[in-house]
């Protein structure tokens, strides 16, 4: 049975405020999330999530409170194609190979205080919510686009599905609005495939420029 990781007591509640190491590497809950929503036989697998079997992927636990427009960020994934001077850039390079032995294709943030108190289902859709912005890239016309070197997955940090205002639904329904609002609509009002969770929080990812750091 598969136990979902916990972030360390030190950088928990009060316990945080004097930690020296808010930013720790979770190699636990990277397996957790391989083994629970990306490997072949995962119990909640997603098909979604399969390009990310052939990706490097870097889970951290933080104690930093972030926020963004007065909503708590509690999760982030960013690509690790820094921007930056060179300086800048071997700082970044060596601090993220210390942790991880190795450069991710994609580095995934969560904050500790609010993993830890929030429920098994709400957890589950904000870890899977940061996978979908680890996403393949596609060409032209909608197809996976892989590396003509390597044959691997080329990896990119995607837009949303829906992107449309709540007024353009409001008046003329959602089979007239822009991209997959409609899909999203008949989605939401089927039942949940895996179960009942809160959507709370932000994530650091969305919003942010897709072209770097």
């Known amino acids: 049975m598969l136990v979902r990781p916990r972030p ?3 950088l928990v509640g ?6 020296l190491t808010p930013v720790r590497p979770a190699h636990d809950l990277l397996a957790w999330m391989r083994a629970t929503f990306i490997d072949e036989d995962a119990p909640l ?14 889970v951290l636990w933080c104690a930093v409170p972030n926020a963004r427009q007065g909503n708590a960020v509690v999760g982030m994934c960013e690509t690790t194609a820094f921007m930056g001077n060179r300086w800048a850039k071997a700082r970044f390079e060596q601090q993220v190979t210390g942790w991880f032995g190795w450069m991710p294709h994609f580095l995934l943030t969560f904050d500790a205080d609010y993993a830890d108190q929030c429920s098994d289902a709400t957890f589950c859709s904000l870890v899977e919510h940061e996978l979908y912005h680890a996403g ?5 016309w909608g ?9 691997e997955p080329v990896f990119e940090i995607p837009g949303h599905d829906v992107e449309e205002f709540v007024g353009v639904v409001a008046r003329y329904g ?7 609002t409609a899909a999203l609509v008949e989605a939401a009002n089927r ?14 990812t969305c919003g942010r420029s897709l072209t770097g750091h």
């Open 8 to 10: 360390p007591e030190d």
């Open 14 to 19: 009060d316990a945080a405020i004097d930690t």
């Open 45 to 58: 697998l997603n098909e979604d999530h399969v390009h990310l079997r052939s990706a490097r992927l870097g």
């Open 136 to 140: 393949q890239a596609k060409g032209r």
């Open 143 to 151: 197809a996976p686009r892989f590396s003509k070197m390597t044959g």
């Open 174 to 180: 959602a089979g007239h609005a822009a991209g997959q």
């Open 191 to 204: 039942a949940p495939i895996v179960c009942e969770a809160e959507i709370a929080g932000a994530c650091g």
